[in-house]
């Protein structure tokens, strides 16, 4: 059975980081591609970052600011999260699925975790 666990949220002000983790277990990491998505409250659920099929995806809004990451051995995605901004403010998941299916959106993405509060006051 997939699980993914997030963990790392907080409430942070504008300006300040945060990582989030995603614990995976129950499959092989490497056949799975994995990645983060947010929802804000009111808005449907976007692409933050995946690593799917080559080189990491990015949405506009976080470029230059997050960045995906990791470990193998331990199962684990992270998400550092620089230079935030209210706007970021959101529910992060993180989300996987089998890399030979090639997901790029978010309804590609089958495991779902159950998400963590990220809130960045002004």
């Known amino acids: 059975e997939v699980q993914l666990v997030e963990s790392g949220g907080g409430l942070v002000q504008a300006g300040g980081s945060l990582r989030l983790s995603c614990a995976a277990s129950?499959?092989?990491?490497?056949?799975?591609?994995i990645g983060w998505f947010r929802q804000a409250p009111g808005k449907e659920r976007e692409e933050v970052s995946y690593?799917?099929?080559?080189?990491?995806y990015y949405a506009d809004s976080v470029k230059g600011r997050f960045t995906i990451s990791s470990d193998n051995a331990k199962g684990t995605v992270y998400l550092q999260m620089n230079s935030l901004k209210p706007e970021d403010t959101a529910v992060y998941y993180c989300?996987?699925?089998?890399?030979?299916?090639?997901?790029?959106?978010?309804?590609?993405?089958?495991?779902w975790g159950q998400g963590t509060q990220v809130t960045v006051s002004s």
């Open positions: 989300a996987a699925e089998l890399r030979a299916l090639v997901p790029i959106r978010s309804f590609d993405f089958g495991s």
């Open positions: 129950g499959f092989t990491f490497d056949d799975y591609a």
């Open positions: 690593i799917s099929d080559g080189s990491p």
